[in-house]
């Protein structure tokens, strides 16, 4: 009975180079990802704690302009770039609502497709009223 030898020589590399793009693929995902999630992240706690700073105060013509100073500070301190507004309704209603919304959101690589919009908002009560 006769037996050849295979040569296995550069199989492993050869392996490696077939499942490369499927792994910097995968890589590339998580990376942009990450980094939505981060800056989503980020964007509920300036709106939080921009409602927080407003309802903490006690004249409530200020509660939106240091609500927007809180949030803005917060995405500052991050190294975001977003637009940022208080609201108090009309009505009479004891609340303030801040909104931070980036318009044109840059993944860092591109690779995956990310949400292009981003817009998180956060209600809160004023402390103090009746």
Do not use: C, H
Request: no cysteine; aromatic share 8%.
């Amino acid at each position: 009975m006769l037996r050849r030898k295979y040569r296995s020589r550069g199989v492993a590399a050869l392996e490696f180079g077939l499942i490369l793009p499927l792994l910097m693929a995968l890589l590339l995902g998580i990376i942009d990802y990450g980094y939505v999630f981060f800056v989503r992240l980020n964007m509920t706690n300036a709106a939080r704690e921009g409602a927080r700073v407003g309802v903490t105060r006690q004249d409530p013509p200020l509660a939106s302009s240091d609500a927007i100073a809180a949030a803005t500070t917060y995405l500052q301190t991050a190294g975001i770039t977003a637009d940022v507004t208080a609201t108090q309704p009309d009505d009479g209603t004891p609340e303030v609502t801040v909104t931070v919304t980036i318009p044109n959101f840059v993944p860092i690589i591109g690779f995956v497709p990310t949400p292009d919009n981003m817009s998180v908002s956060s209600t809160m009560r004023w402390e103090l009223a009746p």
